[in-house]
């Protein structure tokens, strides 16, 4: 069958690593990139370089963008001739940019798929990369095959912000818990135990986040937190005990007194013999 020709603009390590696929799963692919020496790797694997963007977009109707911002989208697009162009944008930014890019795009007759891509670049088209789509049910199962050359395309639905708040919530876990990581290296390390010495411990409590998933998702679901097991009284207690080891550490706070504000004001808010799960009640304000 004939692949979907496809023109792809934005070659950093992400945009770079889908053209790979894109010319080894047989699409032709046309790029542009700003810094044009960017492209000259791909050109050699066989992909198409434009001129300019207006040409790359003028080149094909499946438009890809990989950009760091949905500011970078205005620059690169504007002036280029987009009537008919489906413009999959899979960069990152907040969920309200996103509207206006759709606004932006159908007053000049193109279709706005947004895009989450949730592997680093190495990982992208492995059996372990997904990505979140929203936009037209219509324009995502046209392209979905072509799509499903850099992961899995999952498609969470017709309002156009929600591929990128999924993005943004996934990245919110990924973040937060990497800091509170290196927090708990620099808890350990000011004793002298070295972060080699803890990593098969930091490894076990990481991996065991996972089992609290289904309980919290059906705490959260049906709005009980029945407070059997870790209440927000006990959690409470640890959260501070936390802030103190920290402090006689002389390490940085912020992190652990975040947390420890949650279970005080759940606290304040009567939810002392709560599950833990009722701060999602402080959380959503
Ligand atoms: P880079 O920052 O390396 O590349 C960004 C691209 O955007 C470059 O091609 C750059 O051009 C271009 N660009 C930025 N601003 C402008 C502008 N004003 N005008 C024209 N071009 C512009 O990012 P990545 O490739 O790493 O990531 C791309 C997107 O994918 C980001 O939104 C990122 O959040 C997301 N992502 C990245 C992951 C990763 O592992 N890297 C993982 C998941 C998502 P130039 O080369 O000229 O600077």
Redesign the pocket.
């Given at each position: 069958t004939d692949k979907t020709a496809l023109t792809l603009i934005?070659?950093?390590?992400?945009?770079q690593a889908m053209v790979t696929r894109f010319l080894a799963a047989g699409h032709p692919t046309t790029v542009w990139?700003?810094?044009p020496a960017?492209a000259d790797g791909l050109v050699a694997q066989g992909a198409t370089r434009a001129a300019t963007a207006a040409e790359a977009v003028a080149a094909n109707r499946l438009i890809i963008l990989?950009?760091?911002?949905y500011?970078?989208m205005y620059?690169?697009l504007d002036g280029a001739d987009l009537a008919g162009r489906v413009v999959v944008n899979?960069?990152?930014d907040t969920p309200d940019t996103t509207l206006k890019a759709a606004a932006w795009l159908a007053e000049r007759g193109a279709e706005l798929l947004v895009g989450?891509?949730?592997?680093?670049?190495p990982l992208v088209g492995e059996e372990s990369a997904y990505v979140f789509y929203s936009g037209p049910r219509e324009v995502f199962d046209r392209h979905a095959e072509t799509l499903a050359v850099i992961g899995r395309p999952d498609y969470m639905g017709a309002d156009h912000t929600l591929a990128q708040l999924l993005y943004q919530a996934q990245l919110d876990v990924f973040l937060t818990s990497l800091a509170a990581m290196l927090h708990a290296i620099a808890l350990v390390t000011s004793a002298g135990v070295t972060a080699e010495r803890y990593a098969p411990y930091l490894t076990d409590v990481l991996s065991s986040l996972s089992m609290y998933v289904d309980e919290t998702s059906q705490h959260v679901d049906s709005d009980r937190h029945p407070g059997d097991l870790a209440n927000v009284t006990m959690m409470g207690a640890t959260a501070a005990h936390i802030v103190g080891a920290s402090e006689t550490a002389g390490l940085d706070t912020a992190l652990p007194r975040a947390v420890q504000a949650l279970y005080d004001r759940a606290t304040e808010a009567g939810h002392g013999k709560d599950s833990w799960t009722a701060l999602i009640n402080v959380i959503r304000g």
């Open positions: 934005g070659l950093g390590p992400m945009g990139n700003r810094t960017r990989s950009l760091t911002d500011a970078a620059d690169v899979l960069s990152s989450g891509v949730m592997v680093p670049a």
